[in-house]
């Protein structure tokens, strides 16, 4: 039984605008279902007594202190971006949206 | 077509909901040290953390999360005991992760409210949440003709902005305004702000946008159940706009209703120059932002010991504030609301601390000073003359060294730069004619000068006495004390009241 369905895959692929082919949608969603399917086994041996948990470390409260530190050059800065204009990081158009 | 308003409130109902973004006053980033100053130089603000280079990890800023704890108890929320960051995913290169660290459905405060009072009503407005998240970098259009991204050849982006602690505060839907939406939602706004400046927790700038606020608004037909589909309007830059966004989706979803039409839900701008809204992008579903708990931050759970202090060490609100001033100073509501409505409240205590009276206070800086912002176009906070020099003023007066009239012309001293009120006096000889001799030496040369009237007085006609007051106010330029001379003209001339 298939939890992840090829619109499933195609809607997610849209949100990460990522252009998938049709080969592509049915291979994926076979492996997404792989993962699935192995991540669910979890929940054979969760038992009542066993709180879900998001985070591997039991600890809460972790916090800095509110003190500045030196932040990077902008040349460090934008020294890996693909392009740069005006110190600032260049990026192609995106249609469709809106800040 | 938009439908007039009245129109429009004859027919529908409308909610209100508002979601406002309050950038915190912090040193730091909320999950790195770079600084958090406004108008920095393009990308000098940015470190591996907030630039989400490989290997870089979050660690929430202390202050930051005590900041949102003490907005949450000055809005009467609840405190989480236990709660979580959560990604925000989307697609968009205003955060360089990809996602927004921000937090779902376990925000740090929850169910609060605040109270306004619009049009002599009060009006509770209920909170829904109160939650911590990250600022986004700020993205500039190139190209097309609007500067906005629709037909724009590609974007240019600073990150000094991303990572800069945002608070985001979300009402209940508002039902029941009707016809005070607009106020309501303005009134809210502007108690909003004034709650953050009082916990100094943020500089609440609209302009800077530290303050920022969505208004999201329905309408419903009278006879309806159930409320209409919303629109949320963004880019709502000050409390004006605040009240003319709401005006004008009212109008605007009453004429689509009204010719038969659906409301689509999805954001919409505002524009300042129109006050009209357009159409934005329509609006993801939440489950397609795909949240998830942070990984790389560990759950917060504040101290109820430690909460309970930060509740016992918030400062006065200002509602409550307001209050008390007004008792104090025995204002009229209509008084106290006109100093609220013109920022004044804030200078007049001032004055008061100064030495001055209240009512004196408030009638300086609402009438002569009011009218002088009003001339230049600045709010009262700007004028350069401060609430000391003010008390000084009033105090001239109260002992007789100046009058209202010389009082006016030695503010207008100080805010040409003349220096304080006393410098201003002295530059200006302003100081009433005190001394006896001089002022004797005026009346004679008054009652010389107008014998007709001098005669008229002598024989039992006091009232002509008004014109030789007049004659000796113009011959000192003003600077004589009126009643003085009135007495001394009737003792010259043989004749009492």
Redesign the interface.
Known sequence: MSAITRDEVAHLARLSRLALTDDELDHYATQLDAIIEAVAKVAEVAAEDVPPSSHALPLTNVFRADEVRQSLTPEQALSGAPAVEDDRFRVPRILGEEA | MTMVYDEALERFEPVLGLETHVELG???KMF????TTFGA????????TC?A?PGALP???????ESTIRIGLALNCSIAE?C?FARK??????MPKNYQISQYDEPLCFDGYVDVEVDGKPVRIEIERVHLEED?GK?????GATG???G????????NRAGIPLVEIVTKPIPGTDRLAPEVAKAYVTELREIMRSLGVSDVRMEEGSLRCDVNVSLMPRSAAEWGTRTETKNVNSLRSVERAVRSEIERQAGILSDGGKIIQE?R?FHEDTGTTTS??SK?EAQ?Y?Y??E?D??????DPAWVSELKAALPELPSVRRKRLQAEWGLSDLDMQAMHNADAIDLVEATVAAGAPAADARKWWMGELARRANETGTTLAELPITPAQIARVTELVASGALNDKLAREVLEGVLAGEGTPDEVVEKRGLQIVSDEGELLAIIDQVLADNADAAEKVRSGKIAAAGALVGGVMRASKGKADAARARQLILEKLGVSE
């Open positions: 912090t040193r730091s790195c040290g770079c600084k130089p393009p990308n000098t603000q940015v470190c591996p630039l280079l660690v929430a800023n202390a202050a930051a999360i236990w979580r995913n989307y697609f968009y290169p205003d986004t993205s500039t259009h190139v190209g906005r991204i629709q724009a050849d590609y974007s240019i982006v600073d990150y954001t701008h934005g992008r993801e397609d795909r998830f708990p990984p931050l560990v759950p917060i759970a504040p």
